[in-house]
């Protein structure tokens, strides 16, 4: 089993709809990332997340550290979030390793 | 635009070759870092360097290797190259060691033929 799993693997939404991509974890974390990738090819950063929840546009993250659960929403979606987003976590211990998951492929269709 | 450059965006090679990939970070940032993203094993860490000092190792194989230099740019150095080794390679620039946002680059594609 992955020490990070994320669901569902793919995604295909409307534009306008409301989306969640539901990230878990196996293993004690100092911090969760959420990371976006265009099919071009190309990383960014979207969150670094340690606890609570963080908003950045259209775009919310949130984590629960005991539950060992993040989520990313993304609010009135559109064809330009088509993208993969992929969740990654700081092992405990201030480790500057990460750990990636699989990557959430999302399709938005106008 | 991140502000990280890597270089070469694509390169294609033969088995048993020897290839180095450059990263020159984000400025200000002291901390890089190199990922392999292969179609069937996802992003996996390889090595990360802070202010020249190699800080954590991953699943980084004895035919690679890296370091980062003063002026803080890192170089990635790929031996004896088998057709496995055919990924995107991503490096990646903070300020410090687990202190925030990750810059990244736009990668280099390496195709082994």
């Known amino acids: 089993k992955n020490e990070v799993e994320q669901s569902p693997q793919n995604l295909t939404a409307q534009e306008g709809e409301f989306i969640t991509i539901n990230c878990s974890y196996s293993?004690?974390?100092?911090?969760l990332h959420w990371l976006q990738q265009h099919p071009g090819g190309g990383i960014v950063s979207l969150f670094m997340?340690?606890?609570g929840k963080k908003k950045h546009g259209r775009l919310i993250a949130t984590i629960n550290i005991q539950e060992k659960h993040s989520s990313l929403h993304i609010t009135a979606s559109h064809p330009r979030d088509s993208a993969v987003y992929i969740c990654?976590?700081?092992?405990?211990?201030?480790?500057?390793?990460?750990?990636f998951g699989k990557g959430t492929k999302l399709t938005v269709n106008p | 635009d991140s502000g990280v450059t890597q270089t070469p965006k694509h390169l294609i090679t033969a088995t048993g070759q020897r290839v180095t990939l450059r990263c020159s970070p984000r400025?200000?940032?002291?901390?890089v870092y190199w990922y392999q993203q292969s179609l069937d094993q996802g992003l996996q860490f390889l090595i990360q360097y802070y202010n020249g000092e190699e800080r954590a190792k991953g699943n980084i194989l004895e035919r690679f290797s890296a370091q980062q230099f003063p002026d803080l740019h890192s170089e990635l150095n790929l031996s004896s190259l088998e057709l496995g080794d055919s990924a995107l390679y991503f490096c990646a620039s903070s300020v410090a060691p687990n202190t925030g946002e990750l810059f990244f680059g736009e990668g280099s594609r390496l195709t082994v033929l």
């Open positions: 293993v004690g974390i100092s911090a």
């Open positions: 997340l340690s606890s």
């Open positions: 400025s200000g940032d002291l901390s």
């Open positions: 990654a976590v700081h092992l405990q211990g201030g480790s500057e390793k990460l750990v």
